[in-house]
């Protein structure tokens, strides 16, 4: 049988992991410059504390596990003979592979809620899996690097944020567009158009607005039973991007003119800070998770047609749902996957992203091979990335093996060098050659 993988899953190489470890140890230094700190949850939760989190659709994404042993001992016969996919689910599985990093997070937050001081910030990089249709920048596997407060309701944590997203991209070299909305402002359109009650079906709605246009998501309104007169309305609403020209259609709507208050002072702090990338005000940005409250993100690489490679939120009472009830947070989450395939497509990748071998001897005989050996210990020991070919076959072999392997320095040993307790040591991007003493050696490459 042919061997393969999954479809929505990739395996990595020695560039790629190295690639990615960059991103990562971009990332991570950014969130420890901001006060993050470290935490990791187990790939499988249960599925009581995944399903009913992320929305309908969301709880059709998920991976579930089958329980071990005999699995259909729980069925039902009248489940199993009437096809109830959806009861016998529950029957045959109570695990699943989590499908973000953010309620796994809430539900550490709880259990660990006496060992931690709040506000809590923490940072997360692990991957996660969804049963996504797999295309370009959508797979089934990628890791996610989240960054999230919880126990604080202050708005200097949204602003933290958008100068963590500003941060990290520019640090990495990717051009984006950061656009921020507020639940709260979708709420009030809803109200506005005399829906209160249909809010989330409005707003999954119009979180497809970038994938189907106007007038998909006004078609898709009606199929969730949204009047005509209420569509109209709403539309019109999201034309405007201007938070003051919003107030006058908030005039019944409380939580509507909160939304425009909250955001206005996560701007007016942007306003001091030095800014890399562009942040706008996006009405029609609605995040279709259904556990966001306040201020919410998407981020969106310029130059590159992509999905979002980046998203997240406020949530005021995520931890409510596990029994610890008024804890708000706020959190953002950087999409790996495709922050990787934006820097590969663009090849802004630097070249010391290959932390690997820096120097690689190569021998002429076993007497150099013995002699190299002895001379590798020295500059290993002395903190060079270092390895031998392990064999004396034609030099041609063993220079073709370095090149392949993009090692951009090679120690040659042939009768001279060890005459003179020396190697001839080759620059491989430049070409340039030259005998160096094996004490000076670890000290040449450093150079």
Do not use: H
Not at 296 to 301: D, G, H, L, P, S
């Amino acid at each position: 049988m042919k061997p393969s993988i999954p479809k929505g899953t990739r395996d990595f190489g020695p560039i790629q992991v190295n690639r990615r470890n960059y991103i990562f140890n971009t990332l991570r230094r950014v969130f420890v410059k901001y006060g993050y700190q470290p935490i990791e949850t187990p790939v499988m939760e249960n599925l009581s504390t995944l399903t009913g989190k992320y929305g309908e659709e969301g709880d059709q994404l998920l991976f579930k596990v089958l329980n071990s042993g005999d699995f259909l001992r729980k069925v039902k016969d009248e489940d199993y003979q009437a096809g109830n996919y959806k009861k016998m689910t529950f029957q045959i599985s109570d695990k699943g592979l989590r499908y973000d990093l953010t309620i796994p997070f809430a539900r550490y937050v709880v259990m660990n809620q006496n060992d931690i001081t709040f506000p809590f910030k923490r940072y997360q990089i692990q991957p996660v899996w969804r049963g996504d249709r797999p295309q370009k920048g959508r797979y089934r596997e990628f890791y996610q690097c989240d960054v999230d407060v919880v126990g604080s309701e202050s708005l200097i944590n949204e602003v933290e944020l958008t100068q963590i997203y500003d941060e990290g991209f520019a640090a990495l070299g990717v051009n984006v567009l950061i656009k921020i909305n507020n639940r709260k402002i979708l709420t009030g359109i809803a109200e506005a158009a005399g829906i209160p009650d249909q809010m989330m079906s409005m707003t999954v709605a119009i979180d497809k607005l970038d994938k189907i246009g106007m007038d998909g998501v006004k078609d898709e309104m009606r199929r969730k039973e949204i009047g005509e007169e209420a569509i109209n309305t709403i539309e019109k609403i999201l034309t405007i991007n201007d938070l003051e020209e919003l107030k006058s259609f908030f005039e019944n709507s409380e939580t509507g003119r909160k939304g425009i208050e909250e955001l206005q002072t996560v701007f007016n702090y942007l306003e001091k800070i030095d800014l890399t990338n562009e942040i706008v005000f996006d009405i029609t940005l609605a995040r279709g998770l259904t556990y966001y409250t306040g201020t919410i993100y998407e981020v969106a690489a310029k130059d590159v047609k992509i999905g979002s490679i980046g998203g997240g939120g406020r949530y005021d009472d995520l931890t409510g749902m596990f029994g610890l009830k008024g804890v708000s947070g706020v959190g953002v989450s950087f999409g790996a996957a495709r922050i990787y395939d934006v820097m590969e497509e663009l090849d802004i990748f630097p070249d010391s992203t290959a932390e690997g071998t820096q120097l690689i001897f190569v021998t002429f005989d076993e007497k150099a091979l013995d002699y190299a050996f002895d001379a590798l210990q020295a500059v290993r020991k002395a903190g060079i990335n270092a390895e031998i070919y392990p064999e004396s076959v034609k030099m041609k072999k063993q220079m073709k093996y370095a090149n392949s392997r993009k090692i951009p320095y090679v120690a040659v040993v042939g009768d001279n060098e060890m005459q003179a307790g020396e190697v001839a040591l080759k620059n491989m991007k430049t070409g340039e050659q030259a005998n160096v003493k094996v004490a000076d050696l670890a000290s040449k490459i450093k150079q």
